[in-house]
């Protein structure tokens, strides 16, 4: 059974940075690829970033380029979100996926996380 589970999430000033984590298990994650992605209080959950288990490409929606990074720790089987500069605009429920599908849509994954809360203040 895959399962994820995400980690990391708090309240911090505008500015400020949040590292979030996600490990994964029940699969054999080399052929997948693993998102990230944000929802905000009556807003549709959209793409962040992503990357396939590889490591050799990585993928991020405009608003996030330059200050945010994902990486991953293939002995630990997790992936990281580094989010630097953080604006109160990137208040959301943050979420990791793992899918084989397109990484830049919520169909290209098949499980997703419980999500965690990240509350940039100004």
């Known amino acids: 059974q895959v399962q994820l589970v995400e980690s990391g999430g708090g309240l911090v000033q505008a500015g400020g940075s949040l590292r979030l984590s996600c490990a994964a298990s029940?699969?054999?994650?080399?052929?997948?690829?693993m998102g990230w992605f944000r929802q905000a209080p009556g807003k549709e959950r959209e793409f962040v970033a992503a990357?396939?288990?590889?490591?050799?490409?990585?993928y991020y929606t405009d608003s996030v380029k330059g200050r945010f990074t994902i990486s991953e720790d293939n002995a630990k089987n997790t992936v990281y979100l580094q989010m630097n500069s953080l604006k109160p605009e990137d208040t959301a429920v943050y979420y990791c996926?793992?899918?084989?599908?397109?990484?830049?849509?919520?169909?290209?994954?098949?499980?997703w996380g419980q999500g965690t809360q990240v509350t940039v203040s100004s």
């Open positions: 996926a793992t899918g084989r599908g397109s990484v830049y849509y919520r169909y290209g994954y098949d499980y």
């Open positions: 029940g699969r054999t994650f080399s052929s997948y690829a």
């Open positions: 990357i396939r288990w590889s490591g050799s490409n990585t």
